[in-house]
Nanobody, 125 residues
Framework: QVQLVESGGGLVQPGGSLRLSCAAS????????IAWFRQAPGKTRKGVAS????????NIDESVRGRVTISTETTKDTVYLQMNNLQPEDTGIYYC??????????????????WGSGTQVTVSS
């Protein structure tokens, strides 16, 4: 079992920034990846970014490229999602997901083995 705990969500004005954290614990494999997905109200989860546990491989969805960076602090098994210039369309619940041993594919959710409970991000003036 792997546990994922997200934090860092909140209410921010358009143009603002947030940094989300996803802390992994439990029986993580030697090679795994963590991905962030956004679920807007009434919509399916959409992949935002993913990173390997070593930090050597990163994928950013083209819709947020240039505004979002993903990083990892390997000693803490924590992944960060830095989001800048946030817009109302970024609103949603952000979930982190665990995939192993391959990278999470941002277009799909079926390869995610474990999910966190999510953190709410609201972008509004």
């Amino acid at each position: 079992q792997v546990q994922l705990v997200e934090s860092g969500g909140g209410l921010v004005q358009p143009g603002g920034s947030l940094r989300l954290s996803c802390a992994a614990s439990g029986n993580t494999e030697e090679y795994y990846s963590i991905a962030w997905f956004r679920q807007a109200p009434g919509k399916t989860r959409k992949g935002v970014a993913s990173i390997s546990n070593t930090g050597s491989i990163k994928n950013i969805d083209e819709s947020v490229r240039g505004r979002v960076t993903i990083s990892t602090e390997t000693t803490k098994d924590t992944v960060y999602l830095q989001m800048n210039n946030l817009q109302p369309e970024d609103t949603g619940i952000y979930y982190c997901g665990y995939c192993a041993p391959a990278m999470c594919i941002l277009k799909y959710t079926y390869d995610v083995h474990y999910w966190g409970s999510g953190t709410q991000v609201t972008v509004s003036s």
